[in-house]
């Protein structure tokens, strides 16, 4: 596709349940990026990968969270025994290198019940 | 600590006129700075970057400019139109991890017919 592509758009899901959320990235991006927009925020950084590997996991709140990337294209963001406190906006975006500017995907709203 | 602060939550202008938003940084490593524009229920759009070897930037209607020494940069929108209501990010980044954006908490401006 044209753009940056997330899936679902909207996820709605029991506090304590696993999800797993979709990025599928400008075709020839090497670089993906995760975002977390909370209500009234700004974007709070997870993880960066350049092709298959994530040079900076810093930004990754606890170790319920993980991401992946294969192939160099698709990535996942999963979050394990889903708390309240993570509803939020999940923002993917991707770049053709790490300092250039980042085409963001529309989001997955994810709310936790 | 927030690196980067958008200090007015939001703005609001007269159709026609200057819009200015503003932005401060504390990581003195920073030396590339963007602006996004993000509408409701949508991902952030690049709008316009700057390098910190220069102090100004322009595209069309849409100028940055980066005072080093104050650590400052701000968005210049002339003339306003309508078009332009959105919430406005500033992201910093350092090439030394070029991955790793850092974002502002957004202003929202409004723009009067």
């Known amino acids: 596709g044209a753009g940056v592509s997330q899936s679902p758009s909207n996820k709605v899901t029991e506090k304590g349940k696993d999800v797993e959320l979709r990025c599928d990235p400008i075709s020839g991006h090497t670089a993906l990026y995760w975002y977390r927009q909370s209500l009234g925020q700004g974007l709070e950084f997870l993880i960066y990968f350049q092709g298959n590997s994530a040079p900076d996991k810093s930004g990754l709140p606890s170790d319920r969270f993980s991401a992946e990337r294969t192939g160099g294209s698709v990535s996942t963001l999963t979050i394990q025994r889903t708390q309240q406190e993570d509803s939020a906006v999940y923002l993917c975006?991707?770049?053709?290198?790490?300092?250039?500017?980042?085409?963001f995907g529309d989001g997955t709203r994810l709310s936790i019940l | 600590d927030q690196q980067v602060k958008q200090n007015s939550p939001s703005l609001s202008v007269q159709e026609g006129r200057i819009s200015i938003l503003n932005c401060d940084y504390t990581n003195s490593m920073f030396d590339y700075f963007l602006w996004y524009k993000k509408y409701p229920a949508e991902g952030p759009t690049f709008l316009i970057s700057i390098s910190s070897i220069k102090d100004k930037n322009e595209d069309g209607r849409f100028t940055v400019f980066l005072n080093k020494s104050a650590k400052h940069l701000s968005l210049h929108i002339v003339p306003s139109q309508p078009g332009d209501s959105a919430v406005y990010f500033c992201?910093?980044?350092?090439?030394?991890?070029?991955?790793?954006?850092?974002f502002g908490d957004g202003t929202t401006l409004t723009v009067k017919p």
């Open positions: 992201a910093a980044s350092a090439r030394t991890n070029a991955g790793k954006s850092t």
């Open positions: 975006a991707s770049s053709q290198q790490g300092d250039q500017p980042q085409h």
